[in-house]
């Protein structure tokens, strides 16, 4: 095998789809020697937020010494950010332990989805840097998704339950529920207060502690302070919910035995690239966010409705083909007076003329163009907001980047 495609590789067979079940993913983790089992694992479900406090996590077991392996994707940015070691891309390694992964899944019978070799290569990447801790994010789901195969958790955590990928996941949020709870196997848990109340006693009944409540929240100068547990914290991570997901992880450093110091250090050093994130260019405030569903959405139409009121708006726009079109562009009316349409990047892309039927029963001006950058090149505003899909911002970044 040419390890200078072995990269292409599994992003060729992501085309392949998903198949759900642990037993492919346990058994290629078995034959790789189980890396899974050297970690301390951290198991992050949820529809929203589940990135955000992931990142929390891994900049407060950082700023505690820590050693610490993050698994995030889709990727954005690289492939390789999908593995995280101390906060860092390591392109050797990475390639290293994809090799072992397809050498050994190629000598299975039942041969495992990239997905589920992407996984594998997670744990078996942060064993072989000697990380102690791995923070891993659920794929889809919980209960049958591919992260759902590791051993030995020390602590499940979940972020929200909202509406998504109902085909898979169940057309209620109790069936979604049931779903996420699954990631709940023999360890502790935490529940996110954006977790709907009426779903809450089946975490409970898993023996699930409720996040710590916040209070006091005050958007500043590049951040949000807010107080949590009775102690005063700051993020730079935007947005209305992110007290809430930073309370998430604060609770669950408590459980994981954090000091405070190291838990507040954590918090302010967080950042996630894609996130409700503003870049200053000349007069206009570019907004690129991953919102793809519509509780996603919420931070950014109040950022548009609110810090950007009586401002010249303007959205961007494109999706996947599973995604709720109808009820996000009916949370973002009112949020800008001009969209453009664009088709994203990716096999799984809704058909654009769909894209355009929908936009144009939203918005009364609507745009088209053939890439997020041409889009770019003729917004005309205050404020232009790319989403719709992590897919899109890899393309804004880089128009961003050419224009600092």
């Not at 292409?8 to 085309?15: A, L, Q, T, Y």
């Not at 998704?145 to 996941?169: G, P, Q």
Request: charged share 25%.
């Amino acid at each position: 095998m040419q390890s200078d495609n072995v990269v292409n590789k599994i992003v060729g067979m992501r085309s392949d789809g998903m198949k759900f079940g642990t037993e492919r993913t346990r058994a290629l983790l078995d034959a790789l020697g189980s890396p899974d089992e050297k970690l301390k694992i951290i198991h992050v479900a949820g529809t929203n937020g589940k990135g955000s406090v992931c990142t929390y996590l891994t900049s407060i077991l950082l700023a505690a010494g820590k050693t610490v392996g993050t698994y995030m994707t889709p990727e954005v940015y690289c492939f390789e950010e999908q593995f995280l070691i101390n906060g860092s891309t390591d392109a050797r390694l990475t390639e290293e332990c994809l090799l072992r992964v397809q050498k050994a899944a190629e000598g299975m019978a039942d041969k495992p989805t990239a997905y589920e070799r992407q996984t594998a290569a997670a744990f078996l990447i942060f064993a072989k840097a000697g990380c102690e801790y791995a923070v891993i994010e659920c794929c889809m789901g919980g209960l049958l998704d591919t992260t759902n195969a590791a051993n030995k958790k020390i602590l499940a955590v979940i972020t929200s339950i909202s509406l998504e990928h109902t085909a898979f996941l169940g057309n209620t949020l109790s069936e979604i529920a049931r779903h996420k709870s699954g990631i709940i196997k023999g360890c502790s848990s935490v529940i996110s207060r954006c977790v709907p109340e009426e779903v809450r006693p089946i975490f409970y009944s898993l023996g699930s502690a409720l996040a710590q409540d916040v209070s006091g929240i005050n958007e500043e100068s590049g951040g949000t302070s807010f107080e949590c547990g009775g102690r005063k914290y700051f993020t730079r991570m935007l947005g209305c919910r992110q007290p809430y997901n930073a309370a998430t992880a604060i609770t669950s450093a408590h459980m994981l035995g954090i000091g405070e110091e190291s838990i507040a250090a954590g918090i302010s050093a967080a950042y996630l690239k894609g996130r409700l994130q503003i870049d200053r260019i000349g007069l206009t405030d570019y907004i690129t966010d991953g919102a793809h569903n519509p509780e996603s959405f919420i931070p950014l139409a109040n950022e548009l409705r609110g810090r950007y009121a009586g401002k010249r708006r303007a959205i961007i726009y494109g999706c996947l083909s599973d995604k709720d079109i109808t009820s996000v562009l009916a949370s973002l009316k009112g949020c800008a007076e001009k969209i453009t349409a664009v088709r994203p990047l990716n096999y799984r892309a809704m058909d654009y003329n769909k894209i355009l039927e929908e936009c144009r029963a939203a918005f009364k001006d609507v745009a088209e163009a053939d890439s997020v950058q041409s889009a770019l090149d003729t917004a005309r505003a205050d404020v232009v907001a790319v989403c719709g899909s992590f897919t899109l911002l890899k393309e804004a970044e880089e128009w961003i980047e050419k224009r600092r």
